[in-house]
């Protein structure tokens, strides 16, 4: 890529068409609306059809040019009939998963299988297709969302954890493989967001307090704050990241403990 005459330009994602499965509230509805104010066209797929409406109205709102399709990622034809029917596809950010906090011992083979059948599975299959049409067009940004249960791991976290830290390394492997076709892959690892899938936390004065203090920020992330990370990733600013996994966890993984010693 040659030096730009204006650096603000490489963030500029006009004339690019991005898909965001989870689009439809919490992280991915912040990732599609901060892809669209960034110029992108956007594509919402979410399990219901009436909630990917609405965000995709509220992109329209601001001007940009958006729609809605349904979308089960753990449904293989599916997700190629989605991704195969885009009039174009330059961008794709992909944000669903499924969390069931139960100690190893106690888990049961169903929600094993419901975890690594959303989490693992379905991104596999999101990925696969993506990859594959985006090696064939020889462009393209992949940004799957994986955690910091990538990373470190609590009680309560096992199978959620795997399906994390195997989603980090699909995408390792997958921008190995896909480089020479001028395709770029990566993931973004949050820490604690208030999302949907949070709530039950949240709920728990002291449970939600305690993961504010575990940070360095002493405090939880708003799904906008993700936003940041994935329109880098997205956009020829980041031309020359591929492979690697960008924490926004408010140096949660950086801190070691809770204690401060006093000093």
Request: net charge negative; proline share 4%; glycine share 10%.
């Amino acid at each position: 890529m040659t030096d730009p005459s204006d650096y603000r330009q490489l963030f500029d994602l006009s004339g690019r068409h991005a898909l965001v499965i989870g689009g439809a509230s919490g992280i991915g509805a912040a990732c599609a609306l901060g892809l669209a104010d960034h110029g992108a066209s956007v594509t919402i797929a979410d399990l219901t059809q009436a909630a990917a409406d609405v965000t995709a109205a509220r992109l329209r709102e601001r001007g940009a040019q958006a729609q809605a399709v349904t979308l089960d990622i753990t449904d293989e034809v599916s997700v190629e009939r989605v991704l195969g029917e885009l009039s174009a596809l330059d961008v794709l950010v992909c944000t669903p998963a499924v969390n069931v906090r139960r100690r190893l011992l106690e888990y049961s083979t169903e929600d094993f299988d419901r975890v690594i059948g959303l989490n693992l599975r379905g991104s596999f299959f999101v990925m696969r297709a993506a990859g594959r049409r985006m090696a064939a067009q020889e462009r393209g940004s992949i940004v799957m969302f994986s955690s910091i249960r990538a990373q470190v791991v609590e009680p309560g976290q096992g199978a959620y954890a795997a399906t994390k830290a195997g989603t980090l390394q699909l995408i390792r492997a997958l921008a190995a493989e896909l480089g020479p076709h001028g395709v770029r892959a990566n993931a973004v690892a949050p820490g604690v967001v208030e999302t949907p899938l949070t709530a039950p936390i949240k709920a728990d004065p002291d449970w939600y307090r305690a993961y504010a203090e575990r940070s360095a920020l002493g405090r939880w992330a708003q799904p906008s704050e993700m936003v940041g990370a994935v329109v880098f990733l997205a956009s020829d600013a980041a031309s020359f990241v591929t492979g690697t996994l960008l924490l926004v966890d408010g140096g949660w993984t950086a801190v070691d403990g809770r204690f401060a010693p006093p000093l």
